[in-house]
Structures are given as structure tokens and as C-alpha cells.
């Protein structure tokens, strides 16, 4: 049962910056991922667990949440110690959204990821390897950007710029995929990913 609200929007650009983080508690799995304010929206934390766990299967989680922000998870098949888009499942406050793209593709626009939620359209691209990620719907743009990397974190700084009526939903789901291998969307990480794909479809085979 879904409880979040997504109602309120903000029309004025949102500006952002989010700080890479690790947490090695003693008697829990060790976490890592990204934390900020986002504006009027308020705290955001996205993380995962950077183990490899056997019994997950090859699988992998990251999950975000935040007071203002609807529960989002991505779970897809572990790659460079992240989730990534091969076989991925996005859960947004419960809701499943459907996601798409085309790894073959030559062109930027065709290789993008498309992602259908309640009735939105998503359209989710980078510029490239390391570089800015953009997703967009109609009237709404949240572009992030990789920023100074932080050697205590194993990360690096994200600068986030939101345009249009965006809400915390549109926010929510471009800050998650931040932590989330999308290599893959680009043409030298498609490339690089094809040796990972053909495993993946072995072992999809052997299942």
C-alpha cells in the first residue's frame, strides 16, 4: 500500500549537492552511497551494501529514502560492486516502474533508458563515461553532475539542477541512479559490457 504523497512541486530551479559516505558499523553490513539536503525537499540518503553476498545470487540493491521523499529501490544484477540496469527491478513507494533501453544502439538518444511510472515518461541519458546524467520528462529536467571525488568515501561529490514542476518522485529516481551501474547507456560502456552481458545470459540459461 502506497502512502506517499507527491503533490507538492517547486517551480523555481532546485540546486543541490550530495556527499559520497560510508558507514562501517561493527554488529551490521557496512553501507555506502550518497547523502544532501535537495533544496526545500529536504534530506535524501541513498545507499548500498558494497559486499558481494552470496546468497543474493549476483544481485544487488540500493535503496533511497528521505522524510519528503517516496521509498525508492533499484535491485539488478551486480556489476563494478553496483546494481546495474541488466535484469534491474525499480520500485518507486511501492509501485513497479517499467524500464527499457536498447544497448546496442549506435546513437546517444536510442541507447537512452526509458522508464514508465504512473503514467510518466521518463527519459534517462548521459553524455558519458564519468560524465553528466540527465533525466527528463515532459517540462521537468534534473540534470547531476560528478564532482570532486572523495578519497575517505570512495566517491565522489554530486551536483544536482532541477528544472520545471519537479517533485520529489522526478528527484527521487534520478538521485537513486546515481548509485547505479548505467555504463551501459553510453557506447565504450556498452562495449565494455558486452563481455557481462554474454555471462549473464549463461548463467540466466543455467537458472
Do not use: W
Request: aromatic fraction near 6%; proline fraction near 7%; charge should be positive.
Amino acid at each position: 500500500m502506497r502512502v506517499f504523497d507527491a503533490m507538492e512541486t517547486s517551480s523555481a530551479p532546485v540546486n543541490f549537492e550530495l556527499t559520497p559516505y560510508k558507514d562501517t558499523p561493527k554488529k551490521k553490513l557496512p553501507t555506502t552511497g550518497l547523502r544532501g539536503d535537495v533544496g526545500h525537499f529536504g534530506p535524501v540518503t541513498v545507499e548500498r551494501c558494497p559486499l558481494y553476498r552470496p546468497l543474493e545470487k549476483g544481485m544487488d540493491t540500493v535503496r533511497l529514502s528521505g522524510p519528503a521523499f517516496p521509498e525508492t529501490t533499484l535491485r539488478g544484477k551486480r556489476r563494478s560492486g553496483q546494481p546495474s540496469l541488466f535484469k534491474a527491478e525499480l520500485t518507486v513507494d511501492g509501485g513497479r516502474a517499467e524500464l527499457t533501453f536498447n544497448a546496442r544502439a549506435l546513437r546517444k538518444e536510442d541507447r537512452a533508458l526509458r522508464i514508465a511510472y504512473e503514467g510518466r515518461k521518463y527519459v534517462y541519458s548521459t553524455e558519458g563515461l564519468g560524465r553528466a546524467k540527465v533525466l527528463e520528462r515532459e517540462g521537468v529536467r534534473v540534470r547531476m553532475e560528478p564532482g570532486q571525488f572523495d578519497p575517505s568515501a570512495g566517491g565522489a561529490r554530486r551536483s544536482g539542477t532541477a528544472t520545471g514542476p519537479v517533485d520529489a518522485v522526478d528527484l527521487a529516481i534520478a538521485i537513486l541512479l546515481e548509485e547505479v551501474d548505467t555504463d551501459v547507456l553510453t557506447l565504450t560502456g556498452a562495449a565494455l559490457s558486452s563481455p557481462f552481458a554474454l555471462m549473464q545470459r549463461f548463467s540466466d540459461g543455467a537458472e
